[in-house]
């Protein structure tokens, strides 16, 4: 219970900070100072999660990266473990407010969740950080759409 809590107070603190500050458009969500993530994402697309969690866990270990905390998540989201990729997004966007691919996946665990207002939250910051448009906040629209049946 006091690590929901504390993951809760997180999400919440998280969710102050960006309806205080105004968030800004990136071109590149990446960090140059990011390990080397080629073999978890292959591991990934294979859908060969256990792998992927296995190689995420030990970068966790030794980097704290908003990266390796959304592809994390993601991850674990993908094994339906939706409490935990919960937390790893919110890591992620601690780290870094403004990265879009977390926003995009955060928005789809509240899709498959059924938190579809909480889901539409994320596409209002994605339309922030992409004024022009960009693939994760289409992706995500998308997926809001499918679940509404249209």
């Not at 992927?52 to 980097?63: H, I, M, P, Q, V």
């Not at 390796?68 to 935990?84: A, I, S």
């Amino acid at each position: 219970m006091k690590h929901m809590l504390s993951s809760f107070a997180h999400f919440c603190a998280a969710a102050v900070y960006l309806t205080t500050f105004p968030a800004f458009a990136v071109d590149n969500i990446e960090s140059t100072t990011a390990p080397d993530l080629t073999s978890v994402r292959a591991k990934i697309e294979a859908r060969n999660y256990a792998g992927a969690l296995a190689e995420l866990r030990d970068l966790a270990d030794n980097n704290q990266q908003a990266d390796v905390y959304n592809l994390m998540g993601f991850t674990l989201r993908k094994t339906g473990d939706y409490r935990t990729s919960l937390t790893y997004y919110t890591k992620a966007l601690e780290l870094q407010p403004d990265h879009k691919a977390a926003r995009e996946y955060l928005g789809e665990l509240y899709v498959e969740t059924g938190d579809l207002p909480k889901a539409e939250e994320q596409v209002a910051l994605l339309k922030q950080l992409c004024p022009g448009g960009c693939e994760e906040l289409e992706d995500l629209q998308k997926a809001i759409s499918t679940k509404n049946g249209n």
